[in-house]
Every structure is written in C-alpha cells, then in structure tokens.
Nanobody
C-alpha cells in the first residue's frame, strides 16, 4: 500500500489549496479514505472522510470550507480547502484502514499566513 500526498504550500488567509493523494497497492474503490492533519504540538486529528460510495463527513471546524472527493479511476482522493485560516496550518496526511491496518501517506505541509 502506498499513499502519495501532494498539493500543500503557503497561502494567505482566505485563500484556497487542493490536496491530492494518489493511492496504489490496494482496492481503492472499495476503501474509505481519510484526511488527517497535525499541527505543531497538537495531536493528529481527522479532518474529512469519504466512503467507497462517495459519502463525505467532516470535522466541525472545516464544515462548509473543505470538500473531500475521490476519483476511483485515478485512485486519487482530494481535499479542496477554501477560506483557509491560520489555524488550518498543519501537516496533512491521507490515510486508509485496509485489512485492519492503518496506512499513511508522507504528509504535505499547509501553511496559512494571517
């Protein structure tokens, strides 16, 4: 299983970024995919989830601003982040729970300046 995250960067508050996570080595289309983030000095938190059927769910702090989506043909999950805030600054990781084991991508840094 491999997860390759990309798309992070430095953006001003109010700006947007789109993260991508390319997956391989498992049955992507039947797997629930997740985005997590970890800010300095804080625990890793679940940001968004998308089921195999495309049903999304979000942590309260990003509802209405972030959108998770997936392209099963490309085996890629996306996180569109709009109206970014400084408190969104973190390393973002994609994740899958496959056959009772958690797999993580390498993370991509998102920095939002005020």
């Amino acid at each position: 299983v491999q997860l390759q995250a990309s798309g992070g960067g430095l953006v001003q508050a109010g700006g947007s970024l789109r993260l991508s996570c390319a997956a391989s080595g498992f049955f992507f289309s039947i797997s629930t995919m997740n985005w997590y983030r970890q800010a300095p000095g804080k625990q890793r938190e679940l940001v968004a989830t998308i089921t195999s059927g495309g049903r999304p769910d979000y942590t309260d702090s990003v509802k209405g601003r972030f959108t998770i989506s997936r392209d099963n043909a490309k085996k890629t999950v996306y996180l569109q982040m709009n109206s970014l805030k400084p408190e969104d600054t973190a390393v973002y990781y994609c994740n899958v729970d496959y056959r009772t084991r958690l797999y993580w991508g390498q993370g991509t840094q998102v920095t939002v300046s005020s």
